[in-house]
């Protein structure tokens, strides 16, 4: 059974960093994309970050890029969120999910596999 687990949220000042962590369990995760999403009340969820395990290629939606950095470890099995220069629009849940396959995923129906969220709260 797979499982996705989310950790390293929580409150940070303006201008401030996070670094996200997801650890994936049940499966090889080798052919799977991981993905970033984050859902602000009252909006929709959103595509932030993905990551091909097999080859390391990423996406980045254009508010994040060149500030928040998406990594994978195979020796861990994770998948990690390095959120830089933070903002106050950034205060969001922040979900991993995983998907088999290959390519860019920036939609959430195109997941399988979801964790449960960390909270992720910028002051300004």
């Known amino acids: 059974q797979v499982q996705l687990v989310e950790s390293g949220g929580g409150l940070v000042q303006a201008g401030g960093s996070l670094r996200l962590s997801c650890a994936a369990s049940?499966?090889?995760?080798?052919?799977?994309?991981m993905g970033w999403f984050r859902q602000a009340p009252g909006k929709e969820r959103e595509f932030v970050a993905a990551?091909?395990?097999?080859?390391?290629?990423?996406d980045y939606v254009d508010s994040v890029r060149g500030r928040f950095t998406i990594s994978r470890d195979n020796a861990k099995n994770t998948v990690s969120l390095q959120m830089n220069s933070l903002k106050p629009e950034d205060t969001a849940v922040y979900y991993c999910?995983?998907?088999?396959?290959?390519?860019?995923?920036?939609?959430?129906?195109?997941?399988?596999?979801w964790g449960q969220g960390t909270q992720v709260t910028v002051s300004a």
């Open positions: 049940g499966r090889s995760f080798s052919s799977y994309v």
């Open positions: 999910a995983a998907d088999r396959g290959y390519g860019n995923r920036r939609y959430a129906r195109e997941y399988d596999y």
């Open positions: 990551i091909n395990w097999s080859d390391g290629r990423t």
